[in-house]
């Protein structure tokens, strides 16, 4: 197996084989370990990120730090893109449910701000 890739090859591997939270996780670990100056394996042992595949951490620690950051800035891109193609469709995610919780709890308030006035 080739573990050289470039970080427009893994994002299309990930693409095809990580969950949204696997690849939230995955960024979370390439982060760690710029910051850390660790190996993104290191992290990966580190904080038990056992759903992510070892040969996708493998792929990344032979990126340089410049290549990382470009990985990093391409799954939070392809996160965020994937979230609002979602809530476009108006699927049921964390955000659509938090602005439909947002506009129950402001009609209900008002509703009872109108009983006390009456």
């Given at each position: 197996?080739?573990l050289?890739k ?8 990930i693409?095809?084989s990580l969950?949204?939270t696997?690849?939230t996780?995955?960024?979370?670990l ?12 290191y992290q990966?042992?580190?904080w038990?990120?056992l ?7 493998a ?5 340089g730090?410049?290549d990382?950051l470009?990985l990093?800035t ?5 996160t965020?893109?994937d979230?609002l193609v ?7 995610t964390t ?7 947002a506009?129950?709890i402001?009609?209900?308030a008002i ?7 009456c």
């Amino acid at each position: 197996m080739n573990l050289a890739k470039t970080p427009a090859e893994i994002i299309s591997d990930i693409a095809n084989s990580l969950t949204r939270t696997q690849a939230t996780g995955l960024n979370a670990l390439i982060f760690l370990s710029l910051r850390e100056e660790t190996s993104v394996a290191y992290q990966h042992k580190e904080w038990g990120f056992l759903d992510i595949p070892g040969f996708i951490v493998a792929w990344c620690d032979y990126l340089g730090e410049d290549d990382l950051l470009e990985l990093a800035t391409e799954i939070t891109s392809t996160t965020l893109s994937d979230e609002l193609v979602t809530n476009l469709r108006g699927e049921n995610t964390t955000a659509a449910l938090e602005v439909e919780n947002a506009q129950t709890i402001a009609i209900q308030a008002i509703e009872q701000e109108s009983r006390l006035h009456c």
